[in-house]
């Protein structure tokens, strides 16, 4: 297991990793072994989302909120970032921010429709993660939490291509098609090298 570094009062290194994926690559269950496996004096911190969707069992630890509470908050200058998807109003709280500030790096579930944004708000911290996952492994896993119907999937998996297809150079690729624990481990080594400005491509 890995223990990132302490933060320090230079914040310089502090990162933002935005990790992006077709829906079924395992971002929820990325983000929620990642936790399990943080120490106590880790510098990386998961930032929740605010989303106006309930709470169910897609595996997110999201803060549920209504139309109306996500209205106010945006218009009162709360969030970080905020975007659209899926029927969906979605953001990161201004503490993404703060913990930035006091030296920590963060680390969120963010939209690949909207890496562009997440550029101009956050500009050089920036670090874009894309989980990469084979279209059959990626179909399989739609097919196993059996929300959508075939031609759903099918759809998603076309949308998924072109987004893939579409992202940024910079973006860093992690493969997901297999072992999880494979994968936060590597990410967690990513971070870590990120973070103490080692990693080299």
């Known amino acids: 297991m890995i223990t990132l570094s302490q933060p320090t009062e230079l914040s310089g290194e502090a990162k933002l990793f935005y990790l992006v994926g077709p829906s079924g690559s395992g971002k929820d269950s990325i983000i929620n072994l990642l936790r399990s496996q943080l120490q106590t004096n880790s510098n990386l911190l998961i930032a929740h989302r605010y989303i106006t969707r309930a709470v169910d069992d897609s595996g997110e630890n999201h803060i549920a909120l209504s139309v109306p509470e996500f209205t106010h908050r945006k ?8 975007w659209q998807a899926n029927g969906c109003n979605y953001a ?8 930035l500030s006091m030296g920590f790096s963060v680390l969120f579930n963010g939209s690949r429709q909207h890496i562009d944004l997440a550029e101009e708000l956050f500009g050089e ?4 993660i894309a989980l990469d996952v084979e279209p059959e492994i990626l179909a399989q ?6 929300r959508e119907q075939q031609r759903d999937i099918e759809a998603r998996l076309r949308r998924s291509a072109k ?5 940024p150079e ?12 494979n994968t936060v481990n590597k990410l967690l080594k990513y971070i ?3 973070t103490t400005e080692l990693y080299i491509q």
């Open 75 to 82: 218009h009162s200058g709360l969030f970080a970032m905020d």
């Open 141 to 146: 896993r739609l097919q196993k939490r059996g």
């Open 192 to 194: 870590d090298n990120q």
């Open 125 to 128: 911290r920036l670090r874009v």
């Open 163 to 167: 987004f893939q297809a579409n992202l």
């Open 92 to 99: 990161v709280g201004n503490e993404v921010n703060t913990w």
């Open 170 to 181: 910079q973006c860093w690729r992690l493969d997901n098609n297999r072992s999880i624990e």
